[in-house]
């Protein structure tokens, strides 16, 4: 098993930013891809951002792509979403995801672990 905490939610007016971090515990060496998935009310939920552990590799959902940036620190199992030029829309519940094989951006699939999420609201 494998255990995913977020933090870093928050309010912001448009155009501010905000950080999201994730840390992994637990069976981590299972953990291929890591990223991050919203899901605002009455809404599907979207793939964000995707990290590759093993090379880096990121992945963007095109919403995001040039404002949003994902990374990691592996050594402390931690990963990042930097959100900068943030918009009323990026106003989401924010999960953080991990899966062995697949990668929740650019296209959102089902994962293997899921945390409980961090709010994210942009006000105009």
């Not at 959902?61 to 402390?76: L, M, P, W, Y």
């Not at 899966?99 to 994962?111: E, I, K, L």
Request: hydrophobic letters at 30%; charged letters at 20%; aromatic letters at 10%.
């Amino acid at each position: 098993q494998v255990q995913l905490v977020e933090s870093g939610g928050g309010s912001v007016q448009t155009g501010g930013s905000l950080r999201l971090s994730c840390v992994a515990s637990g069976y981590t060496s299972s953990v291929g891809c890591m990223g991050w998935f919203r899901q605002a009310p009455d809404s599907e939920r979207e793939g964000v951002a995707a990290i590759w552990i093993g090379d880096g590799d990121t992945y963007y959902h095109a919403s995001v792509r040039g404002r949003f940036s994902i990374s990691q620190d592996r050594d402390k199992n931690t990963i990042y979403l930097q959100m900068n030029s943030l918009k009323p829309e990026d106003t989401a519940m924010y999960y953080c995801t991990a899966d062995a094989t697949r990668c929740p951006a650019p296209n959102y699939y089902g994962m293997d672990y899921s945390g409980k999420g961090t709010l994210v609201t942009i006000s105009s």
